[in-house]
């Protein structure tokens, strides 16, 4: 310990803050190392979204991960910790603790019991490493002097040769997220770049919603669509708009004021089956609850289009039906903002980090990592294999 203007000051090689996923794998990397590393963390306690992810199960990662499933303004710069740091190493840490896992669908890999495990195996990693982790600690002022870092806390003064930001971004606020990596960034003139929700319901318009709410709970199998983005997955309707997976994935591309398109029936042609069954007596209401759950397809009809036999529509009328099954338009009026976005789009500007330590280049000893930076992933265990991994990457050289 020093003693700098009468208040005791611990040093640390590296200072972690944020005790998510990012943070704990970057510590335990470093300390791998033999650095000295302590993690401060505002919350009482650590990995907070890790304990509610995959409805309490973890989502920890997803076998298929590749650059594709990320978005960011420049798509290269996540390519090359998610090649030093995979799924299948995750996998490994994860067998080495004998916590049980299987595969849900579409790559996603879920424990069997509970998240908890996963924070259990992080807490082991970094008692094994002497990893400190200072809990319910807000951090009062950082700056730089003389070569080091220094901070102070609600819990004192710490420098360090490292500090590493892995303090997320800000959504779901209710488990404690902030502002404060963007503030640091900005405090050491580093560009961030506009945030936003992302994974995130989206919210009708009123005239649209006057419609729709009856549907509320109602889910189906959909495409849907925002221009070159698409997603094959239920759609569920709430009472504020369209939630499900499909919607939180196109959420992250959706830009307000334009359109989404959504296929409610993506195994048919809709065009060639209503031209095939046009001379049949059968109402159109009761010919789509054949494919349609009966709610929905009650509401199209009632308010969209009509419910005549089908033998009174004209093939363009059915033509048009079709079309309209197979690429209906919504213009969503906004998203359910940061209380239910499951991630931050935007952050940290890539351009001013190393792709290989995620270290600031203005600033050498300065890292970001995590959500905080302008890497988001698709929803499914993606966005835990990027703070695995930016953290992995980051332990190397903090």
Known sequence: MANILGELVTYKDVVIIGAGGAGLMCAIEAGKRGRSVIIIEHNSDIGKKIRISGGGRCNFTNSQTKPDNYLSQ??????????RFTPEDFCRLVKNHQIPFHEKKLGQLFCDESSQNIIELLKKECVNYNVDILLETSVVQASFQDGLFCLSTSKGAYQSQSLVIATGGLSIPSLGATDFGYKIARQFNIN????????????????DLAVFKTLSGVSLDTIVTYEQASFRENILFTHKG?????????SSYWQPKKPIHINFIPELDMRQVLHEHRSETLLLGNFLKRHLPARLAEVLCDHFLGNKPLNRYS????????????D???IPSGTEGYAKAEVTAGGIDTNELSSKTMEAKKVPGLFFIGEVVDVTGHLGGFNFQWAWASGFAAGQYA
Request: glycine content about 4%; hydrophobic content about 45%; aromatic content about 6%.
């Open 242 to 250: 369209l939630s499900g997976p499909a919607i939180l994935q196109i």
């Open 192 to 207: 961030v770049l506009p945030c936003r929700p992302a994974l995130v319901p989206l919210t009708l318009k009123e005239k």
């Open 74 to 83: 420049n798509p290269h710069f996540a390519k090359s910790a998610l090649a």
């Open 315 to 326: 093939s363009e009328q059915l033509q048009q039906i079709g079309q309209r099954l197979n």
């Open 328 to 330: 209906w338009q919504f």
